[in-house]
């Protein structure tokens, strides 16, 4: 009589150390391979300033700074971001001083609700970056004689449609949208 072996299962493992350094400050975390920043920001290290919308990236009111780049901390794995410089809306202070985007969301009140405001903050001053460095949008004019449009690689003009469509990706329920555009504007160069 012939003798069946059984195989061998190799268990791969299901989490990582990792270090996140987090408004400056480096954490090392042991997380579970699907844990997103968001869920390591919040439940790990008690940073409960981006805020979980939608939990598919639709909403923005989980939006950090990643390497000074813009992102949805609900759709980007903390395994992804192992070593990266991820700014909250608590670090952007200095000191007592807010933030200048901050402090313009309060002089144009930016927000109602404030549930969403972490998020449109840290995205606005993704925008300012953004358009700084000359990344066009779907509406920024392209290049052409007398299309006005910025020749390439110079910064892009932030005009209120300029601002509506590079915010579009983080909503505010309370509609809040002409304050935010307004806050933008004024610290937009």
């Known amino acids: 009589m012939a003798t069946i072996s059984t195989p061998t299962v190799q268990h791969r493992p299901t989490s990582s150390e ?10 090392r975390l042991t997380v579970d391979h699907r844990t997103t920043v968001l869920d390591a920001l919040r439940e790990h290290l008690d940073h409960t300033g981006p805020k979980k ?8 009111a ?3 700074l990643v390497g000074g780049r813009r992102t949805n901390s609900c759709l980007l794995l ?11 809306v608590e670090g952007l202070s200095d000191g007592e001083q807010p933030h200048p985007v901050q402090r ?3 002089d144009h009140d930016g927000f109602q609700c404030g549930y969403c405001t972490p998020g449109q ?5 993704g925008v300012l970056a953004e358009a700084a460095d000359g990344h066009p949008s779907h509406v920024t004019p392209l290049p052409g004689a ?17 601002i509506r469509e590079r915010m579009s990706g983080n909503l505010c329920r309370c ?10 504007e004024e610290v937009a160069p």
């Open 18 to 27: 990792v270090t996140l350094r987090v408004n400056g400050v480096s954490h």
């Open 53 to 60: 919308g939608c939990d598919h990236g639709q909403c923005g």
């Open 62 to 64: 989980c939006t950090v």
């Open 78 to 88: 903390a395994v992804a971001a192992d070593g990266e410089e991820i700014i909250t």
């Open 104 to 106: 313009a969301f309060l």
């Open 121 to 125: 903050v840290c995205s606005a001053i």
């Open 146 to 162: 007398g299309s006005g449009a910025p020749p390439p690689g110079s910064p892009v003009p932030l005009t209120p449609a300029e």
């Open 175 to 184: 509609g809040a949208y002409p304050n935010i555009v307004a806050a933008i």
